[in-house]
C-alpha cells in the first residue's frame, strides 16, 4: 500500500470515529451534566517517519491509579479530549450545543469527500500506470 493510500484509510477512520463521536454528543444533548467530546487529530509525526518515533510525536499520559481513581478514564485506543469548541454551559452542566456539533458533522463530511476524491484520484493513478484504461 502506498503512503498516500495508507494516509488516507488512516484519515477515513479518524473522522469515522470522529462522527460517531459528535453523533453520541448530539445524543446526549439533554443528558445532565454531559460534557461534549471530540477526538484528537492523528498526529502527524508518524507519517513523516514512516510510522516511527519521531521528535514532533504529541506525548500522550496514561492515567496513574491514584488518577483513575479520582475519575479519570483510561483511552481505549482513542484519544478522547473534550470538545474544544464549546463555549456555554447549560444550567444542568451540559456543554453540548447541537447548532455546533451540527457544524461538526458538516465539515467531517466535507473532509470525507475531499480524502474519498484524494483515494480515487490514487486509484485511477495506478489503473493507468497499469495501463488499465477507462475504468
Known amino acids: 500500500m502506498t ?4 494516509g488516507a484509510v488512516r484519515q477515513m477512520k479518524h473522522l469515522a470515529e470522529r462522527q460517531r463521536v459528535v453523533a453520541q454528543n448530539i445524543a446526549n444533548s439533554e443528558t445532565p451534566g454531559f460534557k461534549a467530546q471530540d477526538v484528537a487529530a492523528p498526529d502527524f509525526g508518524t507519517l513523516l517517519d514512516g510510522g516511527g518515533s519521531s521528535g514532533v510525536a504529541a506525548p500522550r499520559v496514561a ?5 483513575v481513581a479520582l475519575g479519570a478514564r483510561p483511552g481505549a485506543g482513542t484519544a ?5 469548541d464549546t463555549f456555554e454551559t447549560k444550567p444542568d452542566g451540559n456543554t453540548v450545543t447541537l ?5 461538526k458533522m458538516g465539515q467531517i463530511q466535507a473532509d470525507f469527500a475531499a480524502v474519498t476524491g484524494i483515494y480515487r484520484k490514487q486509484q485511477a493513478l495506478l489503473q493507468t500506470a497499469l495501463g488499465k484504461h477507462g475504468g
Open 99 to 103: 447548532e455546533d456539533q451540527l457544524l
Open 80 to 84: 478522547l479530549i473534550p470538545d474544544r
Open 3 to 6: 503512503d498516500l493510500i495508507a
Open 63 to 67: 492515567p496513574t491509579a491514584a488518577m
